[in-house]
């Protein structure tokens, strides 16, 4: 790995209504994104919310892509051109710096990036507030205890991917713990201001010393679309 001396490399995460998906690969197909990683995921809204929304199901699709500064504010600009983000339910875009990369990976960015056609009007993206990723992993079944625990100091929602997990004997020896296959990953976008809170009140319901195992993460977010779209009383709904 090489440290990157330009800030201009990004992490871009976007999570989508699964029923958009086709409008998501578009977006990367029409920007010329080199590599984008699809999972599947799942939404926490009760069954009646979506019925509401006029969506389907909690069914997502999460989109992980690494890209430059400009192609990250196309290709934001893009998909808030094909997609009704001002719809609830519709889902959220985020991009976070990197702070090293391969030179290969880079070199590869830096080329897309002068192949890219620019000149497209500016949008804004910067949250008035700052953002962070939230990033739980526990052992499969803990979504729930989580999101719970989330909710609780704050959290208005969250998506889960299912994984698996890698242990050594390390993990044994320092942490006393044997690391699980099955993983549930848990992201949650929250303010800066209950950042905090939010990764302690987890940390206590389903941290290394209990049965989830879980360890917890955040990432500073630079730019973000999606998130003006809400029910404010979505628990009564």
Not at 42 to 68: E, F, M, N, R
Not at 127 to 134: D, F, Q, V
Not at 164 to 171: I, P, Q, V
């Amino acid at each position: 790995m090489v440290e990157t001396s330009e800030d201009r490399l990004e992490a871009l995460i976007t999570i989508l209504d699964y029923n958009l998906k086709d409008r998501l690969a578009d977006a990367l197909k029409q920007c010329g994104i080199p590599a984008a990683f699809l999972l599947h995921g799942s939404g926490t809204a009760k069954s009646a919310i979506y019925d509401i929304l006029g969506y389907g199901g909690p069914k997502k699709i999460v989109c992980i892509s690494l890209q430059t500064h400009g192609m990250a504010a196309l290709f934001l600009e893009q998909l808030n051109h094909m997609i009704d983000f001002s719809k609830p339910g519709t889902g959220i875009a985020c991009t976070a710096s990197l702070s090293s990369i391969s030179s290969t990976v880079s070199k590869v960015l830096k080329q897309a990036d002068e192949n890219m056609e620019m000149g497209s009007e500016e949008m804004s993206t910067t949250p008035t507030e700052k953002y962070h990723l939230i990033v739980t992993v526990v052992n499969s079944g803990h979504f729930e205890q989580v999101m719970e625990a989330a909710k609780d100091a704050g959290a208005t929602g969250g998506t889960l991917v299912h994984g698996r997990g890698l242990g050594s004997k390390e993990a044994v020896k320092y942490l006393g713990i044997t690391i699980e296959p099955e993983k549930d990953l848990v992201l949650i976008v929250a303010p800066e201001q209950k950042k905090r809170t939010i990764m302690e009140s987890i940390s206590q319901a389903v941290g290394l010393n209990t049965d989830g195992h879980g360890i917890c993460f955040s990432l500073p977010l630079n730019n973000i679309i999606g998130l003006g779209a809400h029910i404010d009383n979505i628990n009564e709904l």
